[in-house]
């Protein structure tokens, strides 16, 4: 298993009496370079996650699977590719204190990135230099995605708002119509500044 993480660009919090709170914004952005990673880059290649989609994946904070935050097979951890990278929303968050304690993090500027964690089916690598090497990830099996202390990648977005009673609406109506699913989750990444 391997693992890589992203900065984040921007963060907003929203918070409304009663209503839960979403972590929300980009786990992997493709075509973006990570840092150095021992003597080598990587790139993510677009559909790189497409074969993992349909699969069970959650969401943990800093890869510990002892504070899950959202899972897909529960309906609370819902991931898309779109044209920028892997989208996802994890929530509402549970009301646990590993929860609390992400989002208390991610306001205070503590937690600053997003990661991923994935088993490599297939990837490319290139010379791109005297001793560096770029590797291209082409398929990957997805395991989690987590919020973490240190990133990998400098191009990734996380960011945590309320839940209205209209987005879970529209939620309910988006496990229906796929297309809607899509479009709602753009609408609502671009609210975020992505």
């Keep these: 298993m391997e693992r890589r993480a992203f900065e984040i660009k921007e963060l907003r919090v929203e918070r409304v009496e009663g209503r839960g709170v979403k972590l929300g914004g980009y786990a992997a952005v493709f075509d973006s370079e990570s840092v150095d990673l021992g003597g080598f880059t990587e790139r993510i290649a677009r559909g790189a996650f497409s074969g993992s989609l349909a699969k069970d994946v959650v969401a943990l904070v800093n890869h510990n699977p002892d504070k899950p935050l959202a899972r897909t097979s529960a309906g609370s951890l819902k991931l898309v590719e779109d044209e920028r990278g892997l989208a996802f929303e994890a929530g509402p968050l549970p009301d646990t204190s590993h929860a609390r304690d992400v989002v208390a993090d991610i306001e205070a500027g503590n937690i600053r990135g997003m990661s991923f964690a994935f088993r490599t089916l297939q990837d490319v690598w290139a010379k791109v230099g005297p001793g560096k090497w770029l590797r291209t990830l ?20 996380v960011a ?22 899509a479009r709602e989750r753009r609408l609502r990444l671009l609210e975020l500044g992505g």
């Design 160 to 181: 945590l708002r309320a839940q209205d009673g209209a987005a879970e609406a529209l939620a309910g109506l988006a496990k229906a119509q796929a297309a809607d699913e």
């Design 138 to 157: 082409l398929d990957v099996e997805l395991l989690d995605v987590s919020p973490v202390t240190w990133p990998a990648y400098p191009s990734t977005e």
